[in-house]
């Protein structure tokens, strides 16, 4: 089965990513050309920190950067369903 | 209230606030209130690392090379990241340790302080390697006026807690009278005061330590100094988690997680605090300035790192619910990242594929090509 799911970033790029990836959103987003905010890639800095506007994620490492409801990092994550994002 | 090394009392740990509840008495992780400083606790202690396990052999040559203000600027960063770890070594056990009330977050607050006395050994490491004699370097940092500006501006505000808590544990509150001088002292002021220091420090962890990053990683991208990059980057890991305990602190109490006078203050202190941030930005840019006055160097100048500082200010902000305030939001130095990136950072520091390991090595990579000579 080929579930992909799409991603909308910013209002205006969609992007399509492939759940069964192990690739987190991050490295989604940078494939896709969309110019990026990151320093550390492993959850602790908080740099990457996105506004989710719409979906879920789950993620592969343990976030420990400080995340108000609205907020995920993409560096930690991937998507567990569509989603639409503010990067 | 007096404070006591165990306090005898007993407490729910579960039900007190981060800090100015009572003292800690058990030293007990089974159960936490904010599990968030245990993770960070974890994470600090799978950082560790020790300054010695890097060569910075190679880096005597490379400096010899440098031009003078190439030189300048790379003496002034370690004078002044020097003085930050100097005062950040010490000050969050001497100002927090004794109104903190959570074994996590009294943990955490040691296990930081610690890593910032390695960070400060570094700077002995790399400069014993530069100089025969590091003394006068080591001098000048409580001579020189850029560093004794900033000097006062990052240590104001832990000296005032410091004091005050120091009233309010001798004396209690109501007026103190000191050396002649009168001192009013209450639960509240001090909780205000707390709350400026850790706005303070934040903005320290936050943007203070980068423009001399972004200075070692620019030598580093011309692969000079590249043993003194390798313990930058572990510096620059060590710092950026520092710098999520005291986003989540300052977090904690403003969205109501903590203690609710606390949120109170965090509202009525908001501009305050917004300024704390906004003059540290103009001091780093101030320190930009100040480095490049004797001539800029290969790939970096003021404008650009000045850019860069503004840049990260934002990201800074936005992460305790400031707006940007900004216009530059895109990365001026997108070579940056690589250097701050936790996953390149080697575990062990000796097999990193340097230059400075390879000299009088052998090297293990022998192609075809090598043979071309080669007659039996």
């Not at chain 1, 940078?30 to 879920?56: D, M, N």
């Not at chain 2, 910075?56 to 003078?68: H, I, K, L, N």
């Not at chain 2, 990241?81 to 100002?95: E, F, H, K, M, W």
């Not at chain 2, 420090?201 to 003194?228: D, K, P, Q």
């Amino acid at each position: 089965m080929n579930s992909k799911l799409k991603v909308k970033v910013n209002k205006s790029q969609v992007i399509e990513v492939d759940p069964g990836q192990p690739q987190t959103l991050l490295e989604a987003l940078e494939q896709a050309g969309v110019e990026t905010r990151y320093h550390c890639r492993s959850g602790f800095c908080g740099a990457c920190r996105t506004t989710l506007i719409s979906g879920e994620v789950e993620y592969i490492n343990d976030p420990l950067a400080y995340m108000r409801p609205q907020e995920i990092l993409p560096c930690a994550c991937k998507a567990k369903t569509d989603l639409e994002i503010e990067h | 209230m007096r404070y006591s090394t165990f306090n005898q009392t007993n407490v729910n740990p579960l039900g007190e606030p981060m800090f100015f509840g009572n003292p800690v008495n058990v030293a007990r992780y089974d159960q936490q209130r904010h599990s968030i400083f245990e993770k960070l606790i974890e994470k600090q202690l799978s950082f560790f690392w020790r300054p010695e396990e890097v060569d910075v052999s190679r880096d005597r040559v490379d400096f010899q090379a440098m031009t003078d203000s190439e030189k300048h600027i790379f003496i002034s960063n370690l004078k002044y990241q020097t003085l930050l770890d100097s005062v950040q070594g010490r000050s969050p056990n001497i100002a927090l340790l004794p109104i903190v009330s959570l074994p996590e977050l009294e943990t955490w607050i040691e296990t930081w302080s610690f890593s910032e006395t390695i960070h400060s050994r570094s700077y002995t490491h790399i400069l014993r390697n530069l100089f025969s004699d590091p003394a006068k370097v080591f001098d000048d940092i409580v001579m020189n006026d850029q560093i004794r500006k900033r000097a006062t501006d990052i240590s104001k505000y832990y000296d005032d807690l410091i004091f005050y808590t120091q009233l309010w544990q001798t004396h209690g509150e109501g007026t103190v009278e000191v050396e002649g001088e009168t001192y009013q002292v209450s639960v509240r002021d001090l909780k205000k005061k707390l709350f400026l220091c850790v706005n303070s420090v934040n903005a320290l962890e936050a943007i203070r330590f980068y423009v001399s990053f972004a200075c070692t990683f620019a030598f580093a991208e011309r692969e000079i100094m590249e043993g003194n990059s390798k313990i930058i980057r572990l510096i620059a890991r060590d710092e950026n988690l520092h710098l999520t305990s005291t986003q989540h602190i300052i977090n904690l109490w403003q969205y109501g997680d903590d203690d609710p006078e606390m949120k109170e203050i965090a509202e009525e202190c908001r501009e305050e605090a917004l300024e704390i941030f906004t003059s540290a930005v103009e001091q780093e840019k101030g320190w930009a300035e100040y480095l490049f006055e004797n001539g800029s160097m290969i790939g970096l100048n003021k404008d650009i790192l000045c850019q860069y500082v503004e840049y990260i200010a934002n990201l800074r902000m936005a992460a305790i619910g400031f707006e940007p305030q900004y216009d530059q939001t895109s990365n001026p130095l997108p070579w940056m990242n690589k250097y701050l990136v936790s996953d390149n950072v080697q575990v062990a520091p000796q097999e990193a594929e340097i230059s400075s390991y390879l000299v009088g090595q052998i090297d293990s990579e022998v192609s075809a090509g090598d043979f071309g000579d080669f007659d039996l």
